[in-house]
């Protein structure tokens, strides 16, 4: 696929050394093969157990022109970080993927072609993790029905991807305020 539209692609990180490591063959590689024009955003949400910020420093030096770092002064949480992404995002698309690597970078490319296809936004779920036990899978197929209440909504084995423009136009949530506290470092 080959697409002229930024895709911005938000990865929050805490203490994810280990697995930043990986970031270049197991997801740039992936993304230049698929011809894509993107962006990654990085927020490093104050990690205190690893040198995650210095990983993620070293992994901007395999694409300076595409990947953005920010660095938060303490941890915010998720969705503090993942907020960061948001107002930093200059993509049509904004696509989050977790630093651990769990789910393959294999699968952007499919919620690209959904997001092409016109879709507002593309909530996914992984299939097949919690093997035969699936007792775990309980609390988690009940988060998952929360998306009857949005009938536009796709469901997609994947992970989430693109921010509605009326999104940011909505008031945020108490523990958002914490997102003005971040320090970018285009570095």
């Known amino acids: 696929m080959n ?8 990865i929050p990180v805490y203490n994810e050394e280990k697995n930043i490591d990986r970031f270049k063959s197991e997801l740039l590689d992936v993304l230049d093969s698929f011809g894509l024009n993107y962006e990654i955003i990085c927020v490093e949400d104050g990690s205190c157990r690893d040198d995650s910020w210095g990983a993620l420093k070293r992994f901007q030096q395999a694409s300076p022109d595409r990947i953005r770092l ?3 002064s303490r941890n915010f ?5 993942y907020q960061t992404g948001f107002d930093n995002a200059k993509g049509e698309y904004v696509v989050v993927y977790a ?4 789910t393959p970078a294999k699968y952007i490319i499919d919620v690209v072609g959904k997001l092409e296809e016109g879709f507002d936004v593309i909530n996914t779920n992984r299939v097949g993790r919690w093997g035969k036990n699936g007792f775990r899978k309980i609390p988690s197929v009940a988060a998952n029905y929360r998306h009857l209440a949005f009938p536009r909504f796709q469901r997609f084995p994947s992970f989430p991807a693109k921010l509605p423009p009326a999104l940011p ?3 945020p949530p108490p523990f958002f305020l914490l997102r003005f506290f971040y320090h970018p470092c285009h570095l």
């Open 3 to 10: 697409s002229n539209k930024l895709i911005s692609i938000v």
């Open 70 to 72: 920010f660095r938060h």
């Open 77 to 81: 949480g998720m969705s503090g970080a």
């Open 99 to 102: 630093s651990d690597l769990e």
């Open 169 to 171: 136009a909505l008031p």
